[in-house]
């Protein structure tokens, strides 16, 4: 089956830097991904996603960028706000066979100093 | 607002005791989910519905009953709670399994003492 890490479980940046959020998967033929922004007390929600022929996609101040051959995936926050920190996690799809769900990673806490 | 609905948000059971997890979507999607989050354990998928009068147990089924009463809603049962089903319970739908993202409620904070 498919598994989902994350390398940090919490990451501290400066307003207005840059927030790189990596994330690895196992299973080569993952095709989907995700990425999730979760606030206290709220649900996941969704932020961006790539598909495995793809291996670059953007979005409004977010990048996501697909590593196939490593099977990395990382969400890039340009200019980080306050209201970016939160809980960020990866999430992988496989189509077909018994997996059509999505498996999440762990998280990553990120928290954004004024 | 259009979206997925849960109740209740917040709940303390007894050890041995018996409920259900409400969740609504109205955003006519096809398929629904129910996962379980603990800390440093991320989202784990407890069961799901692919399909209006089909369920299937994802990772961690055991202690779980589950009812796709129609298109819009899907229950989640605890039938004799226990303290490892203390967690916080999320609802999802998308439009069919393996489609785009899956729009989550916002919990059930659920504490078996």
């Known amino acids: 089956g498919e598994s989902v890490g994350l390398h940090l479980p919490t990451l501290s940046v400066q307003e207005g830097d840059n927030s790189i959020i990596n994330c690895a998967y196992s299973?080569?033929?993952?095709?989907?991904f995700i990425w999730y922004k979760q606030e206290s007390g709220k649900g996941p929600q969704f932020i961006i996603d790539?598909?495995?022929?793809?291996d670059k996609r953007q979005g409004q101040r977010v990048t996501v960028l697909l590593n196939k051959t490593v099977k990395h995936l990382s969400l890039q926050i340009a200019a980080t706000q306050p209201g970016d920190s939160a809980v960020y996690f990866c999430?992988?799809?496989?189509?077909?066979?018994?997996?059509?769900?999505?498996?999440f990673g762990k998280g990553t806490k990120l928290s954004v100093k004024p | 607002n259009a979206g997925v609905t849960q109740t209740p948000k917040f709940q303390v059971l007894k050890t041995g005791q018996s409920m259900t997890l409400q969740c609504a979507q109205d955003?006519?999607?096809?398929?629904m989910y129910w996962y379980r989050q603990d800390p440093g354990m991320g989202l784990r998928l407890i069961y799901y519905?692919?399909?209006?009068?089909?369920?299937d147990k994802g990772e961690v089924p055991n202690g779980y009953n589950v009812s796709r009463l129609n298109k819009r809603e899907f229950s989640l049962r605890l039938e004799s709670a226990a303290p490892s089903q203390t967690s916080v319970y999320f609802c999802?739908?998308?439009?069919?399994?393996?489609?785009?993202?899956?729009?989550f409620g916002s919990g059930t904070r659920l504490t078996v003492v």
């Open positions: 299973n080569s033929a993952s095709d989907y």
């Open positions: 955003m006519n999607h096809n398929s």
């Open positions: 999802a739908s998308s439009e069919g399994q393996g489609a785009s993202g899956y729009t």
């Open positions: 999430a992988v799809m496989n189509y077909g066979g018994s997996q059509g769900n999505l498996i």
């Open positions: 790539i598909r495995s022929n793809m």
């Open positions: 519905s692919a399909s209006e009068g089909t369920t």
